[in-house]
């Protein structure tokens, strides 16, 4: 039999885009992401949606936008997760754009972290190069993946 979940508050403050996660053990909900965009929140919910789901846990997402001004909630917990924006979000804002650099960003630090504790320090600039496309065309799973076996190989896995 499922936990009855208590109804998932308004977010404080001005409307914009917010997911809420529901934490089962506390019985309370959390932002989870916000944005003034809807594409960065739907991505972040994917994402963490993904991460929570490979622990084996239950997912609980409400997702609250602005319209005519005012609160709205588009996505409830009895539905599943809103579906994730792609990742690369069309081009239009520059809000997306940042998010772009942002994520490529973090691809990037996570796969120099993998190559640090696999033992490789002294990149060349050829393998500096393969580093950026490699963070530019991954995902962020397999990212940290790649990581992983990174840290595997070099022993501290």
């Known amino acids: 039999m499922e936990k009855q979940r208590s109804r998932c508050p308004r977010p404080p ?8 996660f529901h934490e ?7 932002v989870g992401a ?12 994917g994402d963490m949606t993904r991460t929570v789901r490979a622990r084996g846990d239950e997912v609980a997402v409400a997702l609250w936008g602005p319209e005519d001004g005012a609160w709205r909630l588009f996505g409830t917990p009895s539905a599943p997760a ?3 924006a792609p990742e690369r979000p069309a081009q239009g804002s520059p ?4 998010l772009t650099e942002r994520m490529t960003d973090r691809r990037h630090q996570v796969l ?11 990149l060349s600039p050829e393998d500096g190069e393969t580093v950026r496309i490699l963070a530019d065309r991954l995902d962020e799973p397999t990212v940290r993946r790649v990581a992983q076996w990174l840290s595997m190989a070099g022993g501290r896995g």
Not at 13 to 20: I, K, L, N
Not at 24 to 30: C, I, L, N, Y
Not at 34 to 45: D, K, N
């Open 13 to 20: 403050g001005e409307p914009r885009w917010v997911a809420m």
């Open 82 to 84: 809103p579906a994730p």
């Open 24 to 30: 089962s053990a506390r019985g309370t909900w959390t």
């Open 95 to 98: 809000e997306p754009a940042r």
């Open 112 to 122: 120099m972290a993998g190559l640090g504790k696999a033992g490789l320090y002294d």
């Open 34 to 45: 916000e944005s003034p965009y809807r594409g960065p929140v739907l991505y972040a919910v």
